[in-house]
């Protein structure tokens, strides 16, 4: 159950076993450290429910503290995106593919850039996760302080 006073975040790309796990995860340890009632949550737009994150996703993130371990893929298909405040895309496709076939709302999304480490070395998943803790300290400067 929803609770209406509690703000919502979604972090999107295409797998949701990269980039968007890790943002959640960043996300919601910055939010909890700085004491600010906002949820992140992730999914993917082109992926299965249930899909393990990527090994080098789980390593880079261990490397902050932060276990993924237990983390799955979500598809878009399989959340309420009513339910969401704000959508932080990975890229513009993605962005373009909520608009174009899920009906949200271009107002409610920003993209932010981060390359997809998929396939890549750790120090590939590094790259791309101290890119999205930047874009994530961001975020917080500008949305929520």
Do not use: W
Request: aromatic share 10%; net charge negative.
């Amino acid at each position: 159950m929803m609770q209406k006073d509690k703000k919502y975040v979604a972090f999107v790309c295409t797998g949701n076993t990269c980039r968007s796990p890790m943002a959640e995860a960043i996300f919601n340890k910055i939010a909890d450290e700085k004491g600010i009632d906002v949820i992140a949550e992730s999914f993917g737009i082109a992926t299965s429910t249930g899909a393990s994150v990527s090994t080098n996703s789980i390593l880079a993130m261990k490397e902050l503290g932060i276990d993924l371990s237990d983390k799955t893929a979500t598809a878009v298909n399989d959340v309420d995106l009513k339910k969401y405040d704000e959508f932080y895309c990975m890229s513009q496709s993605h962005s373009k593919m909520l608009q174009d076939f899920f009906g949200v709302s271009p107002d409610k999304i920003k993209v932010l850039n981060v390359c997809d480490p998929y396939g890549g070395d750790l120090d590939v998943y590094r790259k791309c996760r101290d890119e999205i803790y930047n874009a994530i300290k961001e975020i917080f400067a500008n949305d929520f302080e």
